[in-house]
C-alpha cells in the first residue's frame, strides 16, 4: 500500500489524473490496486487510502515541496477515484469469487474475464492478481478473441493494431530519411512512392498532417484513391487508403489534402486553444489540460477541475469565446 500511495501522489503531483488510456490508466491502476489492498486488510468498501495521503506528504515534503503544495488536488482525486472503484469492488468481487468456485482445470474462463471488465469496468490487471492469489490462471487467448470481437464492433484502434507491426520504417529512416511534411505551405503536393504494401503508402514528401497532439489526420486523394487516415512513425508519415490502391516503387503521385476538412479541423484548432484560454480565466489558472481531440465536426478539450461546473460558470466560458469570436482577433501560427 505505501508503495502504490508514493506512486499516486507523485502522479497527481506531476499532473496526471486517472482516465482509461496512457498515463492516466496507469494511475488509475495503481490506485485501484492499492485500494484493493486495503479492501483486504480491512473487508470496507468505502474509501480509506485517501488518508493516508498526508503522512506521505509530510514524509517526502521537504525534498519535494510539489507535494504540499498540490495537497488538495491529491487529497481530492484519490478520494474521488476510491470512490469510482467501490463500486466496481461491491460489483465484481462477488461475480468474480462465484467465477472462481466454477471454475476447473485451473483455468478461469478468458470470455468471462473480458465481460467483467467491459460491463463492470473490473480490470484485467486486477483479475489477474486474484485468480493467482487462487491458483487459476486467466484464458487470455479466449480473452483476446472477446476483445477482438468487441474491437471489431466499436470500430476502435484498426489502424493502430496494423501500423504496430510495420518493421520497415527503420529501413526507411535509414535509405531516405524522414518524411517531408509539406502541408503548412500548400495543400497539394508531386511526391514519389517510398513504400506501398496492401493498403499502406509512404511518399518522400506529403501535405497530409497526421494525426498528432490530439488533431485527427488529414483525409484527400493519392491521385484517385482516397486517404481515409494519416500516422506518423518516428518521423515517416504512413497514409492508410480506403482499398489496396495498387501504387508502384519509385512512382509519381499527386497527394491532394480535402481542404474542406483541414479548415474546419483548424477552425476547431483555435477553439481549443480559446476554450482552455476562457476555462483559466473563469476558474483560475490551476486549470491544466489532460488532453484534447480536434476534428472536423468538433473539438473535444480535456482539464482537470475538483469539482463539477456550475450553469453560471458555464455560460461565463461560453460568452468570453463568443465575445473573442465576434470581435475578430488575428490569428498567428506558431
Sequence with gaps: ITDHLRCLCFLIADGVRPSNVGR?????MIIRRASRFVYLLTQKTEPLLYLLVDDLINAYSTAYPELKKNRDEIYNTTLKEEQAFAKTISNGLGILAEQIKASTGGVLDGEFVFDLYSTYGFPLELTKDIAQENNLEIDIEAYEKSKEKHSQISNTGAFDKSISSFAFVADLINQYGKTKF??????????????????????DQTPFYAESGGQLADQGFIDDKKVINVKSIEGITIHEMESPAGFELGMEVRAQVDQERRDFTRYHHSACHLL????RKVLGSSVRQMGSQV????????????????????????????????????????
Design 276 to 279: 482552455q484560454s476562457a476555462l
Design 182 to 203: 509539406l502541408g503548412y505551405e500548400s495543400l497539394e503536393s508531386r511526391s514519389k512512392v517510398l513504400y506501398c504494401q496492401d493498403k499502406f503508402l509512404v511518399l
Design 24 to 28: 492516466g490508466y496507469v494511475l488509475r
Design 295 to 334: 476534428g472536423p465536426d468538433s473539438t473535444r478539450f480535456d482539464f482537470n477541475l475538483e469539482r463539477a461546473m456550475t450553469k453560471e460558470e458555464i455560460t461565463l466560458v461560453e460568452n468570453q469565446i463568443n465575445d473573442w469570436v465576434l470581435a475578430g482577433l488575428p490569428v498567428q501560427t506558431r
